[in-house]
Structure formats: structure tokens, C-alpha cells
């Protein structure tokens, strides 16, 4: 049932959610190997192509590639882990995930990354000590 490739994307996404940073050793939820492009778009199932995700944004993401910025209405296309930068389009505010940029910001709506449930697990993680899990330098 697990993608072919499922424990090297996981290895190389260090084990965490490659779009909400959740950890897999501090979420219960099962974690998927989700295809960025999807291949009702023609996405392929190479390597570059695939990304590490949590149940929950990969159930969000869906095959969506793009979506409407909350700030400006604009289409813009979602994040993709292979070749856009976390830092540069995300940032954590507590528990709360906020976009930095046209493509943070569509993201976070798109894969619906502060839903009640998850910012409740975030802040449970945050009064525990180990949460936001990753600073990337
Ligand atoms: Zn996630």
C-alpha cells in the first residue's frame, strides 16, 4: 500500500510533514508519500516529484496545484517542497501557522494548515517544549 519510495522520502524530509512540519513522531495520523504535481495534471513519480506529507494536508491538498490568495484574490500556485524554501513562505506565529508570501499564504488556506484540530495539537506540542520541531538555517 505505501509508495515504493515511502521510507526515503520520509528519511529525506527528515520525518516531518513537508508542508505543516508536523513531526511523525509526535502525530498519530498516518503520513502519506504525496505526489506535489499531481498525476491527473501529468505529475510524474519521480523523486523531485514527491513530498513527504501528513494525512491531513495531503487529504486537504487533494490533486490541487494552485489556489486563491486570501490577501489579493490572486491564483497562485501552491508550495512545493523540492523547490521553494519553507522559510521563505511560512512562518510560525505560536501554534499558528501564518504565510509570508502569495504562495505561504494560499498554501496555508488550501491545506487548511490551522484548522482547530491541528492548532490544538501544536499548542499541546508548544506547552510540551517540542514544537515548532524544525529551525532550518
Ligand atoms: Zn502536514
Known amino acids: 500500500?505505501?509508495?515504493?519510495?515511502?521510507?526515503l522520502v520520509?528519511?529525506?524530509?527528515?520525518?516531518?510533514?513537508?508542508?505543516?512540519?508536523i513531526p511523525a513522531a509526535v502525530y498519530a495520523g498516518p503520513f502519506t508519500t504525496e505526489?506535489?504535481?499531481?498525476?491527473?495534471?501529468g505529475g510524474s513519480d519521480r523523486d523531485d516529484n514527491l513530498a513527504?506529507?501528513?494525512?491531513?494536508?495531503?487529504l486537504h491538498k487533494g490533486p490541487n496545484i494552485a489556489g486563491l490568495d486570501p490577501d489579493t484574490g490572486e491564483?497562485?500556485?501552491?508550495f512545493n517542497p523540492r523547490s521553494d524554501r519553507?522559510?521563505?513562505h511560512f512562518v510560525w506565529s505560536g501554534h499558528i501557522l501564518a504565510g509570508r508570501s502569495p504562495i505561504g499564504r494560499t498554501s496555508v488556506r488550501v491545506?487548511?494548515?490551522?484548522?482547530p484540530t491541528i492548532r490544538a495539537v501544536r499548542a499541546a506540542l508548544l506547552l510540551e517544549g517540542v514544537f515548532p520541531p524544525i529551525t532550518s538555517g
Open 1 to 7: 500500500m505505501a509508495h515504493p519510495r515511502h521510507e
Open 10 to 21: 520520509r528519511a529525506r524530509a527528515g520525518s516531518a510533514c513537508e508542508y505543516c512540519r
Open 35 to 41: 505526489h506535489i504535481i499531481a498525476r491527473q495534471h
Open 52 to 58: 513527504f506529507s501528513c494525512a491531513r494536508c495531503n
Open 75 to 78: 491564483l497562485t500556485r501552491l
Open 86 to 88: 519553507w522559510d521563505d
Open 111 to 115: 491545506l487548511a494548515m490551522n484548522e
